[in-house]
Nanobody, 121 residues
Framework: QVQLVESGGGLVQPGGSLRLSCTAS????????MGWYRQAPGKQRELVAT???????NYADSVKGRFTISRDNAKNTVYLQINTLRPEDTAVYYC???????????????WGQGTQVTVSS
């Protein structure tokens, strides 16, 4: 079994900051790409940022310059530093990890349960 546990969401005023964390645990052999997605009410889930094990990043245009993704490979943890928050950033943020499990040996995507980020004055 594999679990992705997120933390760090909350209510913040426009212009504020948050730091999201996500740790993968369980019967893991190797973690590949990790990233963050979000889903606002009435909208489809969208990519926010991803990061390879080598540190190559990819960001949605809407968050470039405001969001920073990082990871600690030794801890199977990915972070998302969110700055200069806007009301349109309000969404449930989901952690994603592409990883290979042990017994059975299988590579697939896993998702966290989501953490709510609300930007409002």
């Amino acid at each position: 079994q594999v679990q992705l546990v997120e933390s760090g969401g909350g209510l913040v005023q426009p212009g504020g900051s948050l730091r999201l964390s996500c740790t993968a645990s369980g019967s893991i052999y190797r973690v590949y790409d990790m990233g963050w997605y979000r889903q606002a009410p009435g909208k489809q889930r969208e990519l926010v940022a991803t990061m390879t094990t080598a540190g190559i990043t990819n960001y949605a245009d809407s968050v470039k310059g405001r969001f920073t993704i990082s990871r600690d490979n030794a801890k199977n943890t990915v972070y998302l530093q969110i700055n200069t928050l806007r009301p349109e950033d309000t969404a449930v943020y989901y952690c994603n990890a592409n990883l290979m499990t042990l017994r059975p040996t299988k590579r697939q995507d896993y998702w966290g349960q989501g953490t709510q980020v609300t930007v409002s004055s």
